[in-house]
């Protein structure tokens, strides 16, 4: 078995118990790794029907078979469980190293199982397995949580903080204090275990089937990532906030909780901006020839990020232009343990609900929520993230916050998940990967602003409908191979489907074809979906908030257009082999094994 | 005037932005020729609100005061 350890941990908190179960070689090979074949588990082991937060769930943390390899950014995991927020599947993805020494300690995977009975910390160093008391460190910070458990060079943290304890449904599972499995409420998922923290050593290798092809292959992607101008210059010297700009040019930068496109300032909160003022180096994860994280310093933190995303969600989104207080709240999100792009669209609904007359009863403590105020972000995301006063209100994301006062319609969310920072009235293929992504509005299902903002890899007018459904398909079964193998989504713009299958194939001994990897992708989104329509997901529930079907954008480069949601899905139904409900047909099933 | 703006490791040829008196006929082209931009360095341009692929939008002619946003190669996500 090369690229796999070929173990699995298997932990159950309620009677304590350690196993380690041998990895079915043939299943990982249909399921890839990562998110394809934790969904497979998950989907094999649960009642996708049951309560999220409930001993039931279980919450596996797996790798991919690149992962630990020397391939191009092979140190990413995945969080697979059932969602607490959208109650869809939850697949959060996160890099640094925590992944890659899980598999140097000798496993897949771990599969945590029921709940503790007091607060526990599990720690590993490779065949010792410990369940070990973390009375002390419920509580804590991230920051203070890593610093405690992480004693050698090889060892690696991942950890919850006061927010995942307190159950809110926007918590985050952090390692490597800055890499957050940001999305989908997976932090609460662990703190309902009342599993404060995973604690990895090890020093084993990955064995490889072919390990010259893999250093061949290896040498090509780095010089191919290397000669790309967005993955070779682009990312390691602006990071993903580069993207401030372009999105805002292109007016579909969401600003004051989706009202508008354009946001005045964004100059302030860009990544040019960023470089030049708080940049203290690049910050890559393990194994990674980009290096597009950053690691910056203001006046009062200094730490990881932010991400475009979270520049987004604090600034236009809240209509915030204080760079320095974003960081801030950056940081707070990371100590705290939180999702930034949930929490600050939550903060933006919040503000949206109080210019609407409907929050005149709350008491603001001095710290209006209101758009532009900067003072207010810092101050609400930590009693978002304690569930302190209002902030009680907002812990479980905007959906839920909107609903309780009538007004679900201002949640930017699709299936309670709340979308990113790019509004899909003036990006219709985007708008479509938002409304049919498995885990409700994510950005990284199948990233269509790559062709129809940055023409990469090739150009598509952001505004037409013409074949949007089949790159935004094509787009998420790639993805879904990517997330799965453990290696950055962000090779893909270096990269394509055939160098993917060279890499794999080298790294497990197999023969696939670009057409394989498509169609392994294929097969792991059309298992999600099965799980979303087994937990109860309506199929009306792949659509988009009402103000972006309806209200036309009211200014700027996409002004008067809305997205065309009912013009799009039928297609790329029909494209999936999912009848017009969006229910995948026997045919299609049984032409994908499933 | 023309207003041109420019983004990240294109600001090395011209700083944040710059003003062009308008003259009949000129094209994006000119501009970008004017400012010694290499074309193989910008792969977004997007004029008056309206953006293609660079090779076409070179192309495009420019009016009396429009606004021209030149970007080089990026990503994010
Ligand atoms: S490109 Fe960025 S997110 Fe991806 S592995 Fe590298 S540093 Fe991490």
Same mark, same amino acid.
């Given at each position: 078995m090369f690229g796999y350890m070929g173990k699995l941990l298997r932990i159950n908190l309620t009677d304590q118990s350690v196993k380690v179960e041998d990895l079915d070689f043939e299943l990982a090979k249909k399921y890839v790794g990562g998110r394809g074949l934790g969904t497979k588990i998950l989907f094999d082991e649960i009642d996708p029907k049951i309560d999220a937060l409930s001993p039931e769930n279980k919450l596996i943390f797996i790798n991919g078979p690149l992962t630990g390899t020397p391939t191009p950014t092979g140190g990413r995991y995945m969080v697979v469980t059932k969602s607490p927020l959208s109650g869809t599947i939850a697949s959060s993805n996160s890099g640094g190293t925590w992944g890659a020494r899980l598999k140097y300690a000798g496993y897949d995977g771990i599969i945590v199982e029921g709940k503790a009975k007091n607060p526990i910390y599990i720690n590993i160093n490779e065949d010792v397995v410990e369940l070990l008391d973390a009375k002390d460190l419920w509580g804590k910070t991230v920051g203070d949580t890593t610093d405690i458990l992480k004693d050698t060079k090889k060892t690696n943290v991942l950890t919850i903080g006061p927010a995942g304890e307190k159950l809110s449904k926007i918590a985050a599972i952090m390692n490597d204090?800055?890499?957050?499995?940001?999305?989908?409420?997976?932090?609460?998922? !662990?703190?309902?275990?009342?599993?404060?923290?995973?604690?990895?050593?090890?020093?084993?290798?990955?064995?490889?089937?072919?390990?010259?092809?893999?250093?061949a292959y290896v040498k090509d992607a780095n010089l191919k990532i290397k000669e790309n101008p967005v993955t070779g210059q682009g990312l +390691?010297?602006?990071?993903?906030?580069?993207?401030?700009?372009?999105?805002?040019?292109?007016?579909?930068?969401?600003?004051?909780?989706?009202?508008?496109?354009?946001?005045?300032?964004? =100059?302030?909160?860009?990544? =040019?901006?960023?470089?030049?003022?708080?940049?203290?180096?690049?910050d890559p994860c393990h194994r990674c020839t980009i290096g597009c994280g950053r690691y910056t310093k203001t006046d009062k933190v200094e730490g990881g990020g932010p991400e475009y995303e979270t520049i987004w969600a604090f600034g236009a989104d809240c209509g915030v232009k204080n760079l320095e207080t974003i960081i801030e709240a950056n940081w707070w999100c990371n100590q705290l343990g939180i999702d930034t792009i949930s929490a600050g669209s939550?903060?933006?609904?919040? !503000?949206?609900?109080?210019q609407k007359g409907l929050l005149d009863h709350i008491d603001f403590e001095g710290h209006d929520l209101e758009f532009g105020n900067d003072d207010a972000i810092v101050y609400w995301t930590k009693k978002l993230a304690n569930r302190e006063g209002f902030g009680d209100e907002m812990a479980d994301g905007s959906y839920r916050l909107c609903n309780r006062y009538g007004r679900a319609d201002l949640s930017m969310t699709v299936k309670k998940l709340e979308i990113p920072a790019y509004d899909p009235r003036g990006v219709q293929g985007h708008g479509l990967n938002y409304a049919t992504s498995n885990r409700g509005g994510c950005h990284v299902r199948g990233y269509m602003i790559s062709p129809e903002i940055l023409g990469l890899p090739t150009k598509l007018e952001r505004l037409d409908l013409k074949d949007k459904p089949f790159w935004t398909k094509t787009f998420q079964d790639l993805t879904a191979f990517i997330d799965s193998i453990g290696l950055c989504l962000f090779t893909s713009f270096a990269l394509g489907a055939a160098e993917y299958a060279d890499i794999y194939n080298s790294v497990v001994g197999t023969k696939w074809t670009a057409d394989d990897v498509l169609k392994a992708g294929e097969r792991i989104y059309t298992l999600e979906k099965q799980f979303n329509l087994a937990a109860g997901i309506l199929p009306e529930e792949d659509t988009l908030p009402p103000r972006l079907l309806i209200e036309p954008m009211p200014s700027g480069p996409t002004e008067g257009h809305v997205h065309h949601l009912d013009q799009l899905l039928p297609e790329y139904y029909d494209l999936?082999?999912?009848?017009?409900?969006?229910? +995948?047909?026997?045919e299609k099933l049984k032409d994908l094994g499933l | 005037m023309i207003t041109v703006k420019l983004y990240s #490791? @294109?600001?090395?040829?011209?700083?944040?932005?710059?003003?062009?008196?308008?003259?009949?006929?000129?094209?994006?082209?000119?501009?970008?020729?004017?400012?010694?931009?290499?074309?193989?360095?910008?792969? @977004?341009?997007?004029?008056?609100?309206?953006?293609?692929?660079?090779?076409?939008?070179?192309?495009?002619?420019?009016?009396?005061?429009?606004?021209?946003?030149?970007?080089?190669?990026? #990503?994010?996500?």
């Open positions: 204090k800055d890499r957050a499995a940001g999305r989908s409420g997976v932090g609460a998922v !662990m703190g309902s275990k009342l599993l404060k923290a995973i604690v990895v050593t090890g020093n084993l290798k990955v064995s490889l089937a072919d390990p010259d092809s893999v250093k +390691p010297a602006y990071g993903t906030a580069v993207l401030v700009n372009v999105i805002n040019a292109n007016g579909i930068l969401p600003t004051n909780n989706f009202q508008e496109g354009v946001f005045a300032n964004a =100059e302030d909160i860009s990544g =040019e901006t960023l470089a030049e003022k708080y940049l203290v180096r690049k939550t903060l933006a609904a919040a !503000m949206e609900l109080k999936r082999g999912w009848d017009s409900e969006g229910i +995948p047909t026997a | #490791a @294109i600001r090395k040829y011209g700083g944040k932005e710059v003003m062009f008196e308008y003259k009949k006929n000129l094209r994006v082209r000119d501009i970008v020729e004017e400012l010694k931009i290499p074309i193989k360095e910008i792969s @977004i341009i997007i004029l008056d609100h309206f953006d293609s692929t660079p090779d076409i939008m070179l192309d495009h002619e420019v009016k009396e005061s429009s606004l021209i946003h030149l970007f080089p190669p990026m #990503a994010g996500g």
